[in-house]
């Protein structure tokens, strides 16, 4: 039977309309964390405590959604240290940020990532540490992103044939992938999940396989829809839109139920009737979640932002290198989030792509 939970797509405006600023409208204020002066909040209420740090713009794909397929990265000279790293993480704590998330680029491309790994575990205030990862150097070095205490995995998989693969991907390697996820499995990471960007094209012949390979091995899959946000045009009829893949899902695989998710997480979740497993849908084109957005970023080379899509950024890095007190930190931290926009704005006729690829950004 079809799932009759639809998505529907956020009306864009109609072609030869006028564009105009998004109305900010401040009903979301949360009036608690108004009164917390230790809370990082925004101007529409909205309490920050959700922190993605970028390790490097490295990667050892070329995934066409991503980046280009020519790039010339930084020189490592520009990339914060782990000890910076560290700092920033700490005075983010100190104005509650309570999860972190290392990524890139590709982050297992930066030598002796365990050692930030063990950095971060110690920092107080700081209660969940996670790792998007490509995957393809995970067998070898999870034992040590382990022993390190990182239990959290994310891994970016979006077809499980070599084919689509390459074409996706621009290289070689899923068997690899498929490699660091089974010796993920098997030291205890958890929980373990899988990411796929779904995009029209490939998500027909994809979404079913993935999720069958999931639920078998206890992976925890989910869908994100197809972003304006790599090096190519962007494409909008290329959405392969989360309504779509519940429906396929259901068809194909077995009847979904909606689980109660946080508020705040990007991903509608929801389990097998049957009790094999879980699937969730990130859907930042056909339904916008910045209203309850928590997130804010620091890339790689030190910048600031306070959302994937933002155009402005905050250099952090010269603070950092400069030995400024961590009062002058924290106020940075502060201002960036409280100018953040009300949301992306990806369905208006005024949204304008960021200069800054993912890659360069931190997935």
């Known amino acids: 039977m079809p799932l009759r939970m639809p998505l529907p797509l956020a009306s864009a405006p109609q072609p030869g309309s006028t564009p105009a600023p998004a109305a900010r409208s401040h009903a979301l204020v949360d009036s ?6 230790h809370a990082l909040v925004d101007s529409f209420g909205r309490r920050h405590n959700n922190l993605r740090v970028s390790v490097t713009d490295r990667c050892n794909l070329r995934c066409t959604y991503c980046m280009p397929e020519e ?3 930084r020189d490592r000279s520009e990339l914060l240290s782990f000890e910076e790293i560290t700092r920033f993480v700490t005075v983010a704590a100190g104005l509650g940020v309570t999860k ?19 950095l971060l575990r110690a920092v107080p205030g700081i209660t969940e540490l996670g790792l998007t990862t490509n995957g393809l150097l995970l ?22 044939d070599p084919t689509r693969f390459r074409e996706l991907t621009r290289r070689p390697g899923i068997e690899r992938v498929l490699a660091g996820l089974a010796e993920a499995k098997r030291l205890g990471f958890r929980p373990i999940k899988v990411n796929a960007v779904a995009i029209r094209g490939y998500a027909e012949h994809d979404v079913v396989p993935l999720a069958r390979y999931c639920r078998q091995h206890g992976f925890e899959l989910r869908f994100i829809e197809y972003m304006p946000i790599g090096a190519e045009a962007w494409e ?6 989360a309504s779509e893949v519940l429906e396929l899902l259901t068809r194909e695989v077995g009847e979904l139920v909606p689980l109660g998710s946080d508020p705040h997480a990007p991903a509608t979740d929801y389990a097998y009737r049957d009790g094999g497993g879980t699937v969730g849908v990130i859907a930042p084109v056909s339904r916008p979640f910045c209203h309850s957005c928590n997130r804010l970023r620091l890339t790689a080379d030190g910048k600031v932002r306070n959302c994937l899509f933002a155009r402005d950024e905050a250099d952090a890095k010269a603070l950092l290198r400069s030995g400024a007190p961590a009062s002058e930190l924290a106020a940075l931290i502060r201002r960036t989030v409280w100018a953040k926009w009300e949301g992306h704005e990806i369905n208006t006729a005024w949204f304008v792509k960021p200069d800054r690829t993912m890659h360069a950004i931190g997935g």
């Not at 608690?32 to 002066?37: C, F, G, I, Q, W």
């Not at 992103?145 to 994310?154: I, M, Q, T």
């Open 100 to 118: 972190v998330r290392l990524t890139g680029g590709e982050p297992l491309l930066r030598k002796d990532l365990h050692k930030l790994v063990r």
């Open 236 to 241: 909008r009829d290329k959405v392969f839109l």
């Open 32 to 37: 608690h964390a108004l009164a917390d002066s």
């Open 71 to 73: 790039v010339v990265f």
């Open 139 to 160: 067998a070898e070095q999870a034992a040590a992103l382990y022993e390190a205490g990182l239990r959290r995995l994310n891994v970016s998989l979006d077809t499980l």
